[in-house]
């Protein structure tokens, strides 16, 4: 199958615009990514939950602020929280692998 030379790869878009893998740049691009997503996860399960952000940080003893940042990906969020809010704010289990 031939290739439109005018097409690339996402990994392609990636490099060009973030850096190649394990660079600075690359790094902190990912690191934001899934940032955003864990953000995204925990929205989407509150939402679930029928609980305000408000209503889950007094569950775990936080402030409204700090999950909004979290939901919005703007807070750097620590494991121990983390469970913290899907555990014991939200009722879901986390399971972590490492490959």
Do not use: P
């Not at 740049?25 to 995204?40: H, L, M, N, W």
């Not at 014991?88 to 986390?94: D, E, F, M, S, T």
């Amino acid at each position: 199958m031939k290739r439109n030379k005018n097409i690339t790869t996402f990994e392609e878009h990636l490099a060009r615009r973030y850096g190649q893998i394990g660079s600075e740049q690359r790094k902190e691009f990912e690191a934001k990514a899934k940032s955003f997503v864990i953000g995204e996860l925990l929205k989407e399960e509150r939402l679930e939950a029928n609980l305000t952000q408000e209503e889950l940080a007094d569950k775990i003893g936080a402030k409204k602020s700090y999950i909004s940042r979290v939901e919005n990906g703007k807070s750097d969020i620590q494991l121990s929280t983390l469970f913290r809010l899907f555990e014991y704010g939200l009722g879901k289990r986390i399971n972590i692998i490492i490959e």
